[in-house]
Nanobody
Framework: QVQLVESGGGLVQPGGSLRLSCAAS????????MAWYRQAPGKERELVAQ???????TYAGFVKGRFTISSENAKNTVYLQLSSLKPEDTAFYYC?????????????WGQGTQVTVSS
């Protein structure tokens, strides 16, 4: 059974920084990509950033150079460095991984971690 465990959320002032981490455990044979999504109250879940197993990154337009996704594939861990945070970045942040498990690629989600940007 594969589990994703996130950490690093919290309360931060506008302009501040946070680093989110997400580690997968279980019988994992490989990975296709890792990603971070977020969902604010009353809004749809949206993609923030994605990184492939070969290190190719993609960012949502609203990131505008403020966030950085990175990974340690050998540890099945993905990070999201959040900088220059704005109140509108307040949301639950979820990690997602497409992993090779039991002879097929499957999608797995973390439980979410709250990021609150407020003075």
């Amino acid at each position: 059974q594969v589990q994703l465990v996130e950490s690093g959320g919290g309360l931060v002032q506008p302009g501040g920084s946070l680093r989110l981490s997400c580690a997968a455990s279980g019988s994992i044979s490989g990975l296709n990509f890792m990603a971070w999504y977020r969902q604010a109250p009353g809004k749809e879940r949206e993609l923030v950033a994605q990184i492939t197993g070969t290190g190719v990154t993609t960012y949502a337009g609203f990131v505008k150079g403020r966030f950085t996704i990175s990974s340690e594939n050998a540890k099945n861990t993905v990070y999201l460095q959040l900088s220059s945070l704005k109140p509108e970045d307040t949301a639950f942040y979820y990690c997602m991984m497409q992993l090779y498990v039991s002879l097929s690629f499957r999608d797995y989600w973390g439980q979410g971690t709250q990021v609150t940007v407020s003075s």
